[in-house]
């Protein structure tokens, strides 16, 4: 489809102009048991996700289980000393979970689709009739898998961590040229958790532009001030990692969001929004009534018939009942037509000399 061709999921339009997009991360924080996954999913719901995405895939399916030097996680990060076997091993959720899920994330009003990790996922996924696929970042580069999506002509939502701008549009290019549905980005930094000083939320708006999509922000950073921040830099998809409760602890839960911060965020993310609001140049209702207040010019001393305006007897105070401020020059040394009291606000019709322009 053309890069242009309007965005949305279940006919719910995301892009600007419309309500971001709330994807809450169920990833591996079910801990193994279904009851701790369905009981997530109604937390999601009540702390304002929009939808739920889930993770398709087996640990055979991702990597070997092998112990051999490649396979073996190093580098500073939250999984050191585990194999990837053994890590995706724990945090895989069983498939024949999904089903009964997605009807629970139906009758509590959420989307539910997943990031599938080979072709069987996919047509696992297409079997489920899911209204839209995740490619995760670190899939972004594996054309066959994205060929195999983009066949489906379903909406996607392609994470872009780790990648630079040529990964972007070479993924981008293999998408449009399978005839893919409309695809949407993610900017995202792979981290786990991510720093704040690392996410270059500025690049946002400029992904927008560079390549004619949605774009929003897959987020692995501690907190919510960030999601809002890219909510502000235009972002109208935002993708958090969600927990009952890091106590539960699994691979995920370091970087995952609790309820009561999400409910935070989604609250923050709505009220941003609403101040974001349109250009607006005009006064809102409420700085109208505020106007009145503004600074008139007013007689400040009592002046006789015949007497002369000038800086003493004459000033630019609060409220706004007098002439604009811009007549003051004009006024100095006009006679007033009839004495005025003090604190009378100055019209035209009080002063012996009158512009041709009347305007307040």
Known sequence: MSPSTPFSISGRPIGPGHPCYIIAELSANHGGQYTIAADTLRAMKTAGADAVK??????????LACDQ???QI?????????????????????WDWQPRLQQLARELGLDFFSSPFDATAVDFLEGLNVPAHKIASFELIDHPLLRKIASTRKPIILSTGMASQA????????LHASNSGPVALLKCTSGYPALPEEMNLRTIPDMAVRFSTPVGLSDHTDGHLVAVAAVAQGACIIEKHFILSRDLGGPDSAFSMEPPSFKAMTEAIRLTEKALGTIRYEPSADEKRSSLFRRSLFVVKDVKAGERLTAENMRCIRPSDGLHPRHLTE?????????????????????????TSTTR
Request: glycine content about 8%.
């Open 331 to 355: 006024l100095l040394g006009a006679r007033a037509t009839r004495d005025i009291e003090r604190g009378t606000p100055l019209r035209w019709e009080l002063v012996a000399h009158q512009p």
């Open 69 to 71: 030097p490649p396979f």
């Open 74 to 94: 190093k580098g500073g990060t939250l999984w050191d000393g585990r194999t990837l076997h053994d890590l995706y091993r724990e945090a895989a959720m069983p």
């Open 54 to 63: 889930v993770q398709t895939y087996t640990a055979d399916t991702l990597t």
């Open 167 to 174: 990964d972007i549009q070479e993924s981008l290019d293999v």
